[in-house]
């Protein structure tokens, strides 16, 4: 398969810049391979979210090529999946209809589809509040709708921007362990953003650091997988975090 060559998905040599603002992605190649899972970490404003849009298609690059198993990427496609820092659910229907939401937009949900939502519900241990609204739902809960209703169309890439962000430490490291396991379950790629050094080192195959819209070359995260909460207070774990810490440091 060509793509092979340049990664399943890849940057390359990518530039953006707002009107209003000039170049804030300077000259970014970066690639991913099937079933890996690649962080971006930086500082506020260095791009993050930037980038993770012209990855998805959903700006334009001024120059530089993105192609996803060796097609250009100018707009979202079903192949992909998006979570957000917020959920944006839709409070009137019921969390299994948020999750069905991609499908029933597109037309008649099938058996099997909502079957497959139900499974996904029960993955992210949501069963018994399919019936409910948003609302009656916590933080953590509507996350992991928002990751079940990205899954809905088996993506082979997720992208996800800060989708942790807002939730307390526990909450989030058993939102980013039931993650872990429905992407490998399913061989999903993911480029995921956060500010968090060590959610960055707890998920990632490898990290990658934006500073002011240029990327370092990644550093790969050679760490027992699958992953297990203990490992957070492991000596390797906090000298990769160490690591990353001191390159930030040092920009
Ligand atoms: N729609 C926009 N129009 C103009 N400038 C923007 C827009 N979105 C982001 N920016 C600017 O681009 C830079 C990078 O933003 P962003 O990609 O959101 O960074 P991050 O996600 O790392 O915080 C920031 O300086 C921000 O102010
Ligand atoms: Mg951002």
Known sequence: MSFNALGFLALEAVNFAYPERGNVVKDISLTLAPGEIHCLIGRSGCGKTTLLKLAAGLLKPQ?????????????????MGFVFQTPTLLNWLSILDNVLLPL?????????????????LSQMGLTPYRHEKPLQLSGGQQSRVAIARACITRPSVLFMDEPFASLDAMTRDALQNDFLTMC??????????????NEAVYLADRVSLLNEGHIHPPLDIHLPRPRDNNLRFTPPFNLLCQ?????LDAQ
């Open 104 to 120: 029933s937009l597109h037309g008649k949900v099938t058996d099997a589809q909502r079957a497959y939502g139900e499974q996904l």
């Open 63 to 79: 120059t530089g090529r993105i192609q996803l198993k060796g097609q250009d990427v100018d707009q979202p496609v079903p192949d």
């Open 243 to 247: 690591q990353l810490r001191q390159i």
């Open 184 to 197: 490998h379950a399913q061989g999903t790629a993911v480029l995921f953003v956060t500010h968090d050094l």
